[in-house]
C-alpha cells in the first residue's frame, strides 16, 4: 500500500515517459561531458530553480483547496468538494505516489527530485567532485 519515497513518481508514471527522462538525463551528461567548470556551475545552479513534481503538487493541492474553500463559501457549499477531493488526491499521492495529474505534469517535462538528483551528481562527478566526498586520500 505504501510507495517508497524515492522513487514513488517514477513507479506510477508510464514506462515510455521514464525512458524519455533517462534519455534526457544522457542527453544532457554527454552535452557537459568536455564542458568547462563554469558551464557546469551554471547547470547546477539551473537545477537549484528547477520545480521538481512535489513542489508544484504542494503549490497546487493547496491552490485547488483554497479555491474550493472560497467558492463553498461565497457562491453555493457544493464548491467544498473541491477541496475535499484536492486533500484526499494529496493524501494519496502522499501514500502511493499517484496523484491526478502525474501523467500530464510528466509530459510537461516536471521531473522528481529522484531525477534531478541523478543529474546534480553526475555533473558533480563531471566536474572532479568526487574526490571531495573520499575520506581519505587513495593514493
Same mark, same amino acid.
Given at each position: 500500500m505504501f510507495s517508497a519515497t524515492t522513487r514513488r513518481v517514477e513507479q506510477n508514471t508510464s514506462a515510455a515517459l521514464n525512458r524519455r527522462f533517462e534519455a534526457q538525463l544522457k542527453e544532457t551528461i #554527454? &552535452? $557537459? @561531458? !568536455?564542458?568547462d567548470r563554469n558551464a557546469i556551475d551554471q547547470r547546477l545552479r539551473e537545477l537549484d530553480k528547477e520545480w521538481n513534481i512535489e513542489r508544484f503538487i504542494e503549490t497546487e493541492a493547496p491552490m485547488t483547496i483554497a479555491l474550493g474553500i472560497a467558492l463553498g463559501a461565497l457562491n453555493d457549499r457544493k /464548491? *467544498? %468538494? %473541491? #477541496?475535499? *477531493?484536492a486533500a484526499g488526491m494529496v493524501l494519496l499521492h502522499?501514500?502511493? !505516489? /499517484? $496523484?491526478?495529474l502525474l501523467p500530464i505534469l510528466r &509530459?510537461? !517535462? *516536471? &521531473? #522528481?527530485? $529522484? @531525477?534531478i538528483e541523478q543529474e546534480r551528481n553526475a555533473l558533480r562527478v563531471l566536474r572532479g567532485d568526487h574526490k571531495a566526498y573520499l575520506p581519505y586520500s587513495i593514493h
Open positions: #554527454s &552535452r $557537459y @561531458e !568536455g564542458a /464548491w *467544498f %468538494v %473541491v #477541496s475535499a *477531493f502522499n501514500i502511493q !505516489g /499517484w $496523484y491526478p &509530459r510537461m !517535462g *516536471f &521531473r #522528481s527530485q $529522484y @531525477e
